[in-house]
């Protein structure tokens, strides 16, 4: 079956497409997403109501309207239209107010705390993690809250900048190369570091997919070489007692879990 999903939001939209996820409990449909964010006034709600009357037609069935919009008016007036509605606000929000018994704030992009240290915080994190990506420089590692190690392309850097942009977490990250394993040791500018390092491991068969879309054909990119780099790196790994989990098969958002699971446990 297939159905169309719209995320509408007075806002980004993140906190209405961040409940896409639950679609995927349905694996038997088939999902078409449209996002319409910054739906703050009468005649953008209009536009919506018209998209979402017209793609009933179009599919012969309701489309799905995750919503997060704070205006009271706007929100009756969006749901005039025919559709299966999930309100974040009608089903969260307006909840929690009650049970406060406090006003809810309805601006746009509150849930992000996009004013204030909490911005502030996360523009900084995510400035540090550009700086600090691939292993540009060891400078101000002091600071980094974890330092991702692994061989190149298993994902360190998209793993870096998402803690960055949704934890504020200062991420360094560094990939291991030849000279690393020819050593047999850690780059020495790590060493102090230790107890902040997590490592990202890769089945060589996906690393050797991921390289060969970036140079194929190319001894770096042969299986032959993942699987021996691989090796090299989750033995100096294991030598220097860091933790490691494999990325092949996990998205960004488990592998971060993971890590922040592991460095937010006190220390012993």
């Known amino acids: 079956m297939n159905r169309t999903a719209f995320f509408i939001s007075d806002g980004t939209g993140t906190t209405a497409s961040s409940l896409g996820g639950l679609l995927a409990h349905f694996p038997n449909t088939q999902f078409e997403y ?9 005649e953008k709600v209009e536009d919506a109501q018209k998209r979402i009357a017209e793609t ?19 929100r009756n007036q969006l749901k ?21 018994d ?14 204030g240290e909490s911005y502030h915080a996360r523009i900084d ?14 400078n101000g590692l002091d600071e980094a809250q974890v330092i991702l190690i692994g061989v190149s392309r298993c994902g360190k850097t998209p793993t870096s900048l998402y803690l960055a ?35 990202l491991s890769i089945q060589p068969e996906r690393l050797h997919s991921v390289r060969t879309e970036r140079r194929p054909d190319s001894f770096y ?19 220097a007692g860091i933790t490691w989990t494999d990325s092949s098969t996990r998205s ?3 592998l971060s879990a993971i890590i922040l699971q592991k460095i937010r446990q006190p220390a012993k």
Do not use: W
């Open 165 to 199: 942009m949704q934890y504020s977490i200062k991420a360094a990250n560094y990939p291991l190369i030849p000279e690393d394993f020819e050593r047999g040791t850690l780059p020495a500018a790590l060493i102090p570091h230790r107890h902040k390092i997590f490592g």
């Open 252 to 254: 960004i958002e488990e």
């Open 80 to 100: 005039e239209v025919d559709a299966f509605y999930i309100d974040l606000f009608d089903s969260f929000i307006d909840p929690l107010g009650k049970e406060f």
């Open 221 to 239: 990119a042969s299986i032959e070489n993942c699987r021996k780099e691989i090796a090299t790196a989750e033995r100096m790994m294991k030598n």
């Open 102 to 115: 406090e006003k809810p704030l309805t601006g746009a992009s509150i849930a992000h705390g996009n004013t």
């Open 125 to 138: 994190a995510i400035n540090f993690s550009l700086n600090h990506d691939d292993g540009i420089t060891n």
């Open 34 to 42: 449209v996002r319409l964010p910054f739906t703050d006034t009468i």
């Open 56 to 74: 009933k037609v179009k599919d012969n069935v309701r489309p799905i309207v995750v919503m997060s919009i704070g205006d009271v008016m706007l």
